[in-house]
């Protein structure tokens, strides 16, 4: 792939610390990332990458094919960067990004829906990922509420604190939904007698 | 089922959950560059001022206009409606005196150049009035115009 007049932001040599330690607690480090992008600093960018690409990596996996995931996610990323100056609250670039991510996906499908097959290929190339397959399957035929707040969870390994600040839904919400989908999940799973 | 499990991880960790995670967890994202265009910014479009600008001075122009108007008119002495009136009939009864201190007498053809000026201010304040419109019309198109060829160089 051409790199010329690209910039490469490595996710992993933007990570950012889990504590978050480094901006006032009461202003989330959003805030900084933005301002700071908006100011013309690209890697700031690469760390909000790092932190919501988790995010939208998940909003995407819960609706479309895996094989276009990955793209859409780069896309999505290239479109907020074109788009930031369009947020007017830094601090909801979580919920932002999210719902761009949901756009897309609506669009995914409203742009090919005569080419694309919507069922993943379930053949994986080992048993353990043709498994995993074979419940994200199960996890997308549950209503839309329960999908996305799942695959987060228990794909991308995100706790529902994080959920709740990361989308923007009340923690609330992303309880209930965690725990009437993963009821809906395991009675899907019993009639396929067991994972 | 273990809910504090599965809200935040705490607690006894349930089984089936775990299971569930080490499975799924094979999908999970991996971290890959962003690769940005250099030539991609995010820099705030600088705002054009000079629409707001055309009709701030449209608007001063028609309240001048609108203002001086006003003041032609209200130098004038006021026309009398029973001036502009059709002559009736004279009323019945003793003469009505006049004073000598009285304004102007107010001939026919006084009243009537008087009319005829207001008219002319009046046709002069919807000139100005209809120039105005003209100017925030064009100042509203060339905004557009500068947005959509703006909107239409971003890439896609």
Redesign the interface.
């Known amino acids: 792939m051409a790199t010329a007049n690209m910039l490469v932001i490595n996710p992993l040599a933007n990570a950012v610390p889990e504590s978050r330690g480094d901006c006032p607690p009461e202003l989330p480090v959003e805030v900084s990332l933005v301002s700071a992008v908006l100011d013309g600093d690209r890697e700031s960018f690469g760390r909000l990458y790092a932190l919501y690409a988790p995010l939208v990596h998940g909003i995407l996996l819960a609706r479309v094919p895996r094989a276009e995931v990955d793209d859409l996610v780069q896309d999505i990323f290239l479109h907020a960067f074109k788009k930031l100056h369009t947020l007017r609250d830094s601090a909801a670039f979580g919920p932002w990004i999210a719902m761009i991510a949901r756009n897309r996906a609506v669009d995914y499908y409203r742009r090919s829906r005569e080419t694309v097959e919507i069922t993943d290929d379930l053949r994986g190339t080992d048993k353990q990922e043709s498994k995993a397959a074979e419940i994200l399957e199960l996890i997308r035929s549950l209503p839309e509420a329960y999908r996305e707040t799942l695959v987060l969870r228990l794909v991308e390994g995100m706790t529902g604190p994080e959920i709740a600040a990361r989308t923007g839904l009340t923690a609330a919400s992303v309880r209930v939904n965690l725990h009437r989908g993963m009821k809906l999940l395991r009675e899907k799973l019993g009639f396929r007698e067991g994972v | 089922?273990n809910?504090d499990y599965?809200?935040?991880?705490s607690g006894d960790p349930d089984p089936?959950?775990q299971?569930?995670?080490e499975?799924?967890?094979?999908?999970?994202?991996q971290?890959?560059?962003?690769?940005?265009?250099?030539?991609?910014?995010?820099?705030?479009?600088r705002r054009n001022y000079f629409p707001l600008a055309a009709i701030a001075a449209t608007v001063l122009v028609a309240l001048l206009t609108g203002g001086l108007w006003l003041q032609i008119r209200s130098s004038e002495p006021s026309i009398p409606a029973v001036a502009i009136a059709q002559p009736t009939a004279p009323i019945p009864g003793p003469p009505l005196s006049v004073s000598p201190d009285s304004p102007r007498k107010r001939t026919p053809r006084r009243v009537k150049d008087d009319r005829q000026e207001a008219l002319a201010a009046k046709q002069q304040l919807m000139f100005a009035l209809r120039l105005a419109s003209e100017k925030l019309n064009a100042a509203h198109r060339r905004t557009q115009d500068k947005r959509s060829s703006y909107e239409n160089t971003?890439?896609n």
């Open positions: 089922m809910d599965l809200w935040d991880k089936e959950i299971q569930l995670e499975i799924l967890g094979t999908l999970r994202y971290p890959k560059p962003l690769q940005l265009p250099e030539e991609l910014s995010t820099a705030r479009p971003l890439p």
